[in-house]
């Protein structure tokens, strides 16, 4: 009962707390952004490098040693987990086009000085000599060939940090695609910045199916800089699935033409760049396509090429606390966002979107716009910008107050019913005690007439047997055997009240033993003397008493009843 009473007590405490919350601190995320993705929006550039040895022996046998780096390809991608897994589009890192056949050509134009195009096809030239050469210099290898080539591919991820990385980080590939605008995943060499790992971008669940979904494009068009920061677009998705093309863009409006403005920005750098969904800041999809049309591959994609590189997309500390900060700051609570932001750039000095809201913060701390000072003022000042708070706590005492005196009420009322069974217990108890002290003492104390003289009060039964005084005038002891069969036990169905102490407790010899050799069975009580002695037991004890014993010798009850 202390139990309930003690959750009872905590159940009001809670209530308190809870209404007197302030409900500025119940904020829902802000919509409409993209400040939890940008961070982990890279710029990512893949080249091949190609060591050519030409061997030229038309004249003498002359060894020409060549270097060249060959762009494959570039765009934006996402960091999905802190340990730098990146999503991107496998044309970023991949070509189909053979980098070998652009250093043959390139090596034969420069060393024997003909006009042959720096690209990826295969040409002729009319001296039929120099044309043997350079078509044997052409992968692929053979036992006659005129170049060895060696090509290396090299892919290097810039992440956006301030002050710039002018390095980046190599990465490799741990999954690429079938098609071009497949997904495929990356992971670093090497280092990735941050003790704490990278800034991460959610991924979502599946695509919104409504028409006209609103949602944005981030991406670099190159190279992350002070003067060149993170490129972000909206745009609006088109109604149906993706298609064997990609989910198309469509503005509901007609005001814009949404693929072609998605088609430039995709040849300016932001290919494979995230699209994310307007409510949640989740991205759902890569962007694709190029030229006069933009479209979308979905995340369902994104995530199947993830599960089969055995990348798992996930969060890190970084980003658990700058979305508390962005929580404080886009809901204008600036004094409680510059703490948070700052604990950002501990975790990541280079977070460049943390650093741009702590400036602002910082400057809208403690003015009108800050909602946290406004709210504070109003209280201070008394006005009515929000309820009193005082009601609340003189509401949530007496709550308290209510639940404790009930819980100490039926603590009381349980204590009392208690004490009353236990009350009725000591008084069954005791009666059969009683009445042999009032037998065996009383008694011998009264007036003529039989009316017993006052007495002292009793008070309880006495906590250990009184022995009684020796009778000096009694017979002598019987000394009896111990040759019969031990006394049985006795059940509480034996005694009208069974299980009492104090009680009489009759027991009798053993049905089954059978007389001594000689004597007689014993004769019934018909108020004469027996002819033989019988024997007698204790009624309080069951001890085993003498002809002349007036009173048990182990216990002290009278022997006459």
């Not at 669940?205 to 979904?213: F, I, R, Y």
């Not at 003067?227 to 993706?242: C, F, K, M, R, Y």
């Not at 494979?272 to 999809?285: N, Q, S, T």
């Not at 100490?408 to 108890?429: C, H, N, S, Y």
Request: with cysteine; aromatic share 4%.
């Amino acid at each position: 009962m202390r139990r309930f009473g003690l959750a009872l007590a905590l159940l009001g405490g809670f209530t308190l707390v809870t209404a007197v919350t302030p409900p500025a601190l119940a904020h829902e995320h802000p919509s409409g952004i993209t400040d939890l993705v940008t961070p982990a929006v890279v710029r990512v550039e893949a080249k091949a490098h190609v060591d050519i040895t030409l061997l030229d022996h038309i004249g003498e046998l002359v060894h020409v040693e060549r270097s060249y780096e060959v762009p494959i390809g570039e765009g934006t991608g996402t960091v999905v987990n802190p340990e730098g897994g990146i999503v991107t589009l496998t044309r970023v890192v991949r070509t189909d086009r053979d980098v070998a056949v652009y250093a043959a050509n390139k090596i034969f134009a420069e060393h024997h000085k003909v006009k042959i195009p720096e690209d990826f096809e295969r040409h002729t030239v009319k001296d039929d000599q120099l044309n043997h050469h350079l078509q044997e210099c052409y992968p692929p290898k053979q036992p006659t060939a005129t170049c060895i080539i060696d090509v290396t591919t090299e892919i290097r991820v810039f992440p956006n940090i301030s002050p710039p990385d002018k390095e980046g980080f190599k990465a490799e590939v741990v999954r690429a695609g079938d098609r071009p605008d497949s997904p495929a995943v990356l992971m670093p060499v090497g280092r990735a910045d941050g003790s704490a790992g990278l800034p991460t971008a959610p991924l979502a669940a599946q695509v919104p199916d409504k028409e006209a979904s609103p949602v944005a494009v981030a991406g670099f068009t190159g190279r992350p800089a002070a003067t060149l920061p993170e490129t972000v677009d909206i745009a609006h998705l088109s109604a149906g699935g993706a298609g064997e093309g990609g989910r198309r863009f469509k503005d509901p409006e007609n005001k814009v033409d949404e693929p072609r403005k998605l088609g430039a920005l995709v040849d300016r750098g932001l290919l494979g760049g995230p699209v994310i969904e307007d409510k949640k800041g989740e991205v759902i999809g890569l962007l694709i396509g190029g030229g006069q049309d933009g479209r979308m591959i979905g995340v369902r994609e994104i995530a199947k090429a993830l599960a089969e590189a055995k990348v798992t997309p996930r969060r890190g500390p970084i980003d658990a606390a700058f979305e508390q900060a962005l929580t404080r700051f886009h809901t204008r609570y600036y004094g409680d966002a510059v703490p948070a932001f700052q604990r950002v750039l501990d975790l990541y000095p280079g977070h460049t979107v943390a650093a741009a809201h702590l400036k602002t913060a910082q400057q809208k701390r403690g003015t009108a716009e800050d909602e946290g000072a406004r709210k504070a003022d109003a209280a201070a000042a008394g006005g009515g910008a929000g309820l009193p708070l005082w009601p609340f706590l003189v509401a949530g005492g007496v709550l308290v107050l209510a639940v404790l005196a009930g819980a100490f009420l039926i603590w009381r009322r349980r204590g009392a019913a208690e004490e009353d069974e236990e009350d009725e217990d000591t008084a069954g108890d005791t009666s059969g005690d009683t009445t042999g002290d009032t037998a065996g003492g009383v008694t011998g104390n009264t007036e003529p007439g039989g009316h017993p003289q006052p007495g002292p009060l009793f008070t309880g039964p006495p906590s250990t047997p009184r022995r009684p005084p020796l009778d000096e005038g009694a017979d002598a002891t019987v000394v009896v055997g111990r040759s019969f069969p031990a006394l049985p036990k006795v059940t509480p169905s034996s005694s009208p009240r069974a299980g009492e102490p104090g009680q009489p407790v009759l027991v009798a010899r053993d049905p089954a033993a059978k007389p001594a050799a000689g004597s007689a069975p014993a004769a019934r009580d018909t108020g004469t003397r027996p002819t033989e002695i019988v024997q007698k037991y204790c009624t309080a004890c069951g001890m085993r008493l003498g002809p002349a014993h007036r009173f048990c010798g182990y216990c002290g009850h009278p022997s006459e009843t």
